[in-house]
């Protein structure tokens, strides 16, 4: 298996503009994670998916950012409009809930940048 | 308090043993967890220990959990400069049933030659 996708691994953009970050994850997985890492917060739960449906979206900053998961292989998250505090490494994770352990698989990680 | 807690930096000379400390809160997590990151890399887990267990021990990797006081270690041997990284502990806070981890902020482990 590839592993958990993203992309882009890297984005720069200035003020203002909309981002669409992106993550395919592993394929048979049914729960997809969206984390923020800072240095100044560390990493922060955004959103969680669990079989396509939004259980918690209490981490989403605010209403500039939103996320969707319209089938079990694809997740976006938009932040609209950007700010130059939303700069980060943004993380996705999957995993599979089945009654067992509940082990995350991260991708690589986008890293914003907005200017 | 509500966190995970851990230090944020550990330093020690190759060849000696690391251990790295985290706090965890909830008494009812199932299953907790240590991962790694490498400079400009995602979170890769190591390794995970369910709360039945007291130690958990793989190749150079020993986990030791003491339910009692909520402290988790993870002792790594033989330390080498490749072990450089940022390791987090996590918590399986809804014991699994959703699959929600609760991270540390990370420990920056500093391996000198």
């Known amino acids: 298996d590839a592993g958990v996708i993203q992309s882009p691994r890297h984005e720069v953009t200035e003020m203002g503009q909309e981002v669409t970050l992106r993550c395919k994850p592993i394929s048979g997985h049914n729960s997809l994670f969206w984390y923020r890492q800072t240095m100044m917060r560390g990493l922060e739960l955004l959103i969680y998916f669990n079989n396509n449906v939004p259980i918690d979206d209490s981490g989403m900053p605010e209403d500039r950012f939103s996320a969707k998961m319209p089938n079990a292989s694809f997740s976006t998250l938009k932040i609209q409009p950007s700010e130059p505090r939303d700069s980060a490494v943004y993380f996705c994770?999957?995993?599979?809930?089945?009654?067992?352990?509940?082990?995350?698989?991260f991708g690589p990680g986008t890293r914003l940048t907005v200017l | 308090g509500e966190d995970v807690e851990q230090s944020l930096f550990l330093s020690v000379r190759e060849g000696d043993s690391s251990v790295i400390n985290c706090t965890y809160t909830d008494s009812s997590s199932t299953y907790l967890y240590w991962y790694k990151q490498e400079p400009g890399a995602g979170l890769q887990l190591l390794t995970y220990?369910?709360?039945?267990?007291d130690m958990k021990q793989d190749q150079r990797l020993t986990v030791l959990l003491n339910k009692k006081d909520k402290h988790l270690s993870l002792r790594i041997a033989d330390t080498q400069t490749g072990d450089s990284a940022i390791y987090f502990c996590a918590e399986s806070r809804l014991g699994g049933s959703q699959g929600n981890l609760i991270f540390g902020k990370g420990t920056k482990l500093s391996v000198k030659p």
């Open positions: 994770a999957s995993s599979l809930i089945a009654g067992g352990t509940d082990t995350q698989y």
């Open positions: 220990i369910f709360s039945n267990m």
